[in-house]
């Protein structure tokens, strides 16, 4: 699972959650990726598009190629759901309670 974190200031924020154990040795002007142990998942800081400041999104990675991800949520009925390549190549479907969730390709 990865929690996006949306924020102007990469660096402050990737410090305050170096305080839990996730680290980064990325820089990206879009999106750092922050990570600790394999099970704790990934913070995503990424930068504000349209959104609040400290506010946060959901979404997944998947290690099941993204084509054969969207031919799975077609087939149950997520007929939005899009592969796209605008910043990082990723699905886009509307969830359940209507919010957009992301789907990236696993880094293995």
């Known amino acids: 699972m990865v ?15 170096a305080n839990f154990g996730f680290h980064s040795d990325e820089d990206n002007q879009d999106w750092r990726e922050l990570r600790a142990a394999t099970s704790a ?47 990082a190549t990723r699905i886009e479907v509307t969830d359940p309670d209507g919010f957009i969730t992301e789907i990236h390709p696993s880094r293995k």
Do not use: K
């Not at 996006?4 to 305050?16: E, G, K, L, P």
């Open 3 to 17: 929690a996006a974190y949306f924020t102007s200031d990469f660096s402050t924020d990737a410090r305050w959650f």
């Open 41 to 87: 998942g990934i913070i995503g800081l990424h930068r504000i598009n349209g959104q609040e400041p400290g506010s946060t999104a959901i979404g997944f990675a998947s290690a099941v190629p993204l084509e054969t991800m969207l031919e799975r949520l077609n087939a149950a009925g997520y007929t939005d759901a899009a592969i796209t390549h605008e910043g």
